[in-house]
Structures are given as structure tokens and as C-alpha cells.
């Protein structure tokens, strides 16, 4: 009967810890969605802000999370033409004027990968993920300034042929 019980114990701690691990996991990123129409030909710009949850503070990779810490925050977008073309587009998508708290003196600690669905957009919508993260500064001073301070960049969204 006491080994059954201890059983019992060893299960609902692992499945506890397994759920717990789950949920630590899946704040350390911030999600954020966009639909984004352009027109054939036309380059469009998109001021974006990245900036972690409320409640969460972004940090640089490498460093020991807490428990209101996320690394990366993720901005989503579906990219969509105004109408319809009978061949597909080249879909390109750039990020520039990246700045942190206003200032670009600390902008190559910012790194935007930028990722499609498909190379090309038609008739139907593109998925564009943005994942913003910041690497370690070289010293603490460079850290306190930039910790806790508004990521903003340009996103420029271009379909031709």
C-alpha cells in the first residue's frame, strides 16, 4: 500500500513539474499580430514597436531570466495584395532604422530576424514573423541604458515583380 502511494506521489510530481516547466517556457517570448495589405508594385512602411508584455521586462540572450524576464519578443504579420494578380510577386521585407529608447548609439546590440512563409505573395496571405532580441552589452552602464527602453524600427514590406 505505501509503495502505491509513493507511486502515486513520484506521478503527480512529474506531470506537476512537467506542466510547470510548460508554462515558464512559454512566457519567455512575446507575441504580437498584424494584417499588412499592399498593393502591386508598392513598397509599404510600417513603424514597429517592440516591446515585451505588460509585466515583463526584455532581456538581453545569456543572461539569468527572472521571472518576469523574456529574451525575444515575436511581432507577426499577414501580408496580404489589395487585389488580385494572375502571377506571383516577389515578397521582400527589410527592417532599418532600428533604435533603442530613442537613440541609435546601441543599435547593433538589437538583432531582427526576419522570416516568410513563401519568397513570393499571390492570392492568398504571406505569414511574416519578426523575432526582436537583444544581445549582452559589453558592460553594465550600456545595459542600464538600455534596459527597460522601447525598441523602434521600420519595416518595409515590398511586392514586385
Known amino acids: 500500500m505505501f509503495k502505491k502511494f509513493l507511486a502515486v506521489?513520484?506521478?503527480?510530481?512529474?506531470?506537476?513539474?512537467?506542466?510547470?516547466?510548460?508554462?515558464?517556457?512559454?512566457?519567455?517570448s512575446a507575441n504580437?499580430?498584424?494584417?499588412i495589405t499592399i498593393g502591386q508594385g508598392v513598397t509599404l512602411q510600417v513603424a514597429a514597436v517592440?516591446?515585451?508584455p505588460e509585466g515583463k521586462v526584455l532581456v538581453p540572450a545569456g543572461v539569468v531570466l527572472?521571472?518576469?524576464?523574456v529574451t525575444e519578443v515575436v511581432l507577426t504579420y499577414n501580408v496580404k495584395l489589395d487585389l488580385e494578380v494572375l502571377t506571383a510577386l516577389d515578397l521582400t521585407v527589410s527592417a532599418s532604422n532600428i533604435q533603442i529608447?530613442?537613440?541609435?548609439?546601441?543599435?547593433?546590440?538589437?538583432?531582427?530576424?526576419i522570416a516568410q512563409a513563401a519568397a513570393t505573395?499571390?492570392?492568398a496571405d504571406v505569414l511574416v514573423t519578426v523575432?526582436?532580441?537583444?544581445?549582452?552589452?559589453?558592460?553594465?552602464?550600456?545595459?542600464?541604458?538600455?534596459?527597460n527602453q522601447d525598441i523602434t524600427f521600420t519595416l518595409t514590406f515590398s511586392a514586385s515583380q
Open 9 to 28: 506521489i513520484a506521478l503527480a510530481l512529474v506531470l506537476g513539474g512537467s506542466a510547470l516547466a510548460f508554462a515558464w517556457w512559454d512566457n519567455l
Open 32 to 35: 504580437r499580430e498584424e494584417v
Open 50 to 52: 517592440a516591446t515585451a
Open 66 to 69: 527572472k521571472a518576469n524576464d
Open 101 to 113: 529608447g530613442g537613440s541609435s548609439e546601441h543599435e547593433a546590440l538589437v538583432t531582427i530576424d
Open 121 to 123: 505573395v499571390n492570392n
Open 131 to 147: 523575432t526582436i532580441t537583444l544581445a549582452q552589452p559589453d558592460t553594465e552602464e550600456v545595459y542600464l541604458e538600455i534596459i
